[in-house]
């Protein structure tokens, strides 16, 4: 199978993958919000805000660094043991920092007692994470992405599982129940990957053992991690400063968290649902443009952005077109929520540029430009953070709104930027800006019609 065949057929199944894994996401929401409440949902939402940063510290950078090194034919045994004992060795220090700080942390950020124990528990799965990403970047650089993708659908499906029957049958908590099923589908696809990755090397053999490995792996993961980290810490910042606002805005404390539940549990996994069309594709370019800069093919580079961005905009501007006329819908189909049904049509327009901002950020990765990513979004949550604390307490959820406005506007610029500088890539405003809107504004009144159509023969 040639290389543009095998690149088509492996986006074709993490295209297909990450479209049923969101539906079930989705699916998963829905049910979950039906049984603890919009305000349940703001407060699942806030603990893995703060949990997501133990998640950064012991994965952000090892499965980039495993897909590049792989990529560079410098994947060895030596390689694969490096990034899993770096990984292991922080997830090991997040989980004793979550774990005995989970008190602290409740009582001054999320302001909740009932957030201490989803915490510990969703703890205990920081290990197993760190490993999967690793291996899951030794198999995405080998263009082999049957098995990731098997793993995440195990893990997916024992995560719900596991949650649902804990929620009928056992004596604890909703939220206990949701973060002992999410940890436990953690452990499951860690027992799935390890065997199969023994066995596929036993086959396949690996690279031959090369020196300087660990520099590259710092030289790739630390920017990256300190990078993320310092995001992430302030993206937990802004999530708990929007309830904290919300509430001095006039806003009781459960209709705080119901606000704040409605756009980060229900609207934005909506609005980002069709990124899994190309963010799968994306993702699979990190390892095609680190081979194509390893061995000096502008060409193919410039190339392969140009694609990207031309088929990204193609397909955003019809799925924001989708979003405005049927918002209602799929609010109150998913949801229940005539007021995620109302946000999700304000926000519906920054679907195309949330999409391209995504696949520049893998574009650039496989670059070697991450450095430069991180600090355009470091910048960004800076700013995020300081129009929160300052705007959502005055103007309440209208002005968070606005702030997701200008910070998309803000971050896709500046990457945008930079990757057509480095590229030389040549924008075409006509074909790759001009032509999707217009199709965009096409698929808007065709929708519409046809909506108005079924609705006067039903």
Known sequence: MGRKHKFIMNAAVLTVSSILLRFLGLWFRSVITG????????????????FLLGITVCTSGFGLAMTRLVAEGRGSRGCVLRCLALALALSGAALGALFAGADFISLHFIRSPLAVRPLRILALGLPFIACCACLKGYFFALRNTVIPVLGDFWEQTVTIAVSLVLMDRSPLPPLESLMAGSTLGEVASILYLVPVFLHYTRKHGMA??????????????????????????????????????????????????????????????????PMSLISSAAMLLIPEIAEATAHRNPRSVRRSAEYAFRYTLLFGFPAAAVFLVFAGELGTVFFGSEQAAQILRIVAPLAPLMYVDNVVDNLLKGLDQQMYSLKINLCDSLMRVALIAVLVPRFGIRAYLVILFASEIFNASFSIGKLLKITALKVSISEWIVFPAVCGGLAYYVLLFLKKLIGFWA
């Open 35 to 50: 049984r603890i409440g919009a305000s349940g949902m703001g407060l699942y939402q806030l603990i893995f805000s703060i």
């Open 208 to 273: 031959e053992s090369c020196g300087g490995v660990m520099g590259s792996i710092v030289h790739i993961a630390g920017p990256m991690l300190a990078g993320s980290f310092l995001r992430n810490g302030l993206a937990s910042a802004e999530n708990v400063l929007i309830p904290i606002g919300l509430q001095k805005n006039g806003a009781g404390g459960t209709a705080a968290l119901a606000q704040y539940g409605v756009v980060q549990g229900m609207v934005m996994p909506i609005l980002s649902f």
